[in-house]
């Protein structure tokens, strides 16, 4: 019964003690170094089922894609094929990391951006050359996303 009396502190109870278990969670076999300023990093295709991707590498290359070495970033420990064409190269399963410049995606970006607006344009030229003065044809281009409930103006 003695020990029923005996009280314990109110600093021995403090939540201090119970801390948040960790969490493990699986490695990422694509890690990367971070790309220098100015550039954007991302992994391409090289090989794919055990068949060089000849057509996808060229075609990354000629638009303006480097491939990153591992000699670029000393000390570090990131996957590097050993040998072959590409060997030094950071690389992992069939893909290489490369390099673009953010000047080239913005160019890259503003092109493709371009070509959709000229396509947008030639069809509501088109539906508008065809449309009858009777029944005239809205071209206006609206996008509304809702979760449920009431629509509100």
Do not use: C
């Amino acid at each position: 019964m003695q020990n029923d009396k005996i009280k314990t502190s109110r600093a021995s109870q403090t939540r201090a003690n119970t801390a948040k278990k960790t969490v493990w969670t699986p490695p990422s076999s694509l890690d990367a170094p971070p790309a220098p300023d100015g550039y954007h990093h991302r992994w391409i295709r090289a090989e794919s089922m055990g068949f060089d991707d000849t057509k996808n590498m060229a075609g990354k290359l000629r638009s303006g894609y480097e491939l990153v070495r591992a000699d670029e970033y000393p000390g570090q420990d990131y996957p590097v094929l050993g040998e072959g064409k590409y060997k030094g190269v950071i690389g992992v399963g069939g893909l290489l990391l490369a390099r673009i410049s953010n000047e080239l995606v913005k160019s890259r970006e503003e092109y493709f951006n371009k070509i959709t607006q000229d396509k947008d344009d030639a069809v509501d030229n088109d539906l508008l050359k065809d449309q009858h003065p009777s029944m005239p044809i809205n071209s206006e281009r609206q996008t509304r996303v809702t979760f449920g409930g009431t629509k509100k103006s």
